[in-house]
């Protein structure tokens, strides 16, 4: 069983900068992947990023490149999203979740997920 928190959502004016954090805990996390997807109201969740836990590969979302940037801290157990150049668009609840598969994109693919914290970005 694996347990994520996601924190660090807030309010942001457009152009701002927010990084969220999941913190895991339960299983090993090496054979794992870990992604960040996002829920605005009315629509579906989308993957934003997307990262292996071992071996280091990343995938984004085109409307994120060069914005986002997912990383990790393996000592703390903790998987970040650095979010730069902020757009209203942006604004929506962000998920933390994690896959043993390969379709990083798909949400279906995701065994686990974390409550979600909320993003918001004003104009």
């Known amino acids: 069983q694996v347990q994520l928190v996601e924190s660090g959502g807030g309010l942001v004016q457009a152009g701002g900068s927010l990084r969220l954090s999941c913190a895991a805990s339960?299983?090993?996390?090496?054979?794992?992947?870990m992604g960040w997807f996002r829920q605005a109201p009315g629509k579906e969740r989308e993957f934003v990023a997307a990262f292996a836990w071992s071996g280091g590969d990343t995938d984004y979302a085109d409307s994120v490149k060069g914005r986002f940037t997912i990383s990790r801290d393996s000592a703390k157990r903790t998987v970040y999203l650095q979010m730069n150049s902020l757009e209203p668009e942006d604004t929506a609840v962000y998920y933390c979740a994690a896959t043993y598969g390969s379709t990083w994109r798909s949400r279906n693919s995701y065994h686990y997920w974390g409550q979600g914290t909320q993003v918001t970005v004003s104009s």
């Open positions: 339960g299983r090993t996390f090496s054979s794992y992947a």
